[in-house]
């Protein structure tokens, strides 16, 4: 059974970067075809999709994001991370790393962290 858990800081000041971690355990993050996926949830709306790094080390980003977003791994550790540049209290959102996997034409998320609050504020 793998289990996810995200870490990292939950306060970060405007314009700074907020960087998560994501640790997997009872599975790899190369086992083929896994996609390991952030995802967050502002306050009062719905999930929103930021983006993933597969199995093979390939990432792929939202598109609303992509400019200000990176998605790196540490195999060793069996860690992913997230790199949200230049945030703003827009960026305030509980966020979750979860494993994905194609059925389809859809990812899918079987597997999901507990969440982390991360709070953009002076």
């Known amino acids: 059974q793998v289990q996810l858990q995200e870490s990292g800081p939950g306060l970060v000041k405007p314009s700074q970067t907020l960087s998560l971690t994501c640790t997997v355990s009872g599975g790899s993050i190369t086992t083929n075809y896994y996609y390991w996926t952030w995802i967050r949830q502002p306050p009062g709306k719905g999930l929103e999709w930021i983006g993933y790094i597969a199995y093979s080390g390939s990432t792929y980003y939202s598109p609303s994001l992509k400019s200000r977003t990176s998605i790196s791994r540490d195999t060793s550790k069996n860690q992913f991370t997230l790199q949200l540049s230049s945030v703003t209290p827009e960026d305030t959102a509980v966020y979750y790393c979860?494993?994905?996997?194609?059925?389809?034409?859809?990812?899918?998320?079987?597997?999901w962290g507990q969440g982390t609050q991360v709070t953009v504020s002076s």
């Open positions: 979860a494993r994905g996997e194609y059925g389809g034409s859809y990812l899918t998320f079987g597997s």
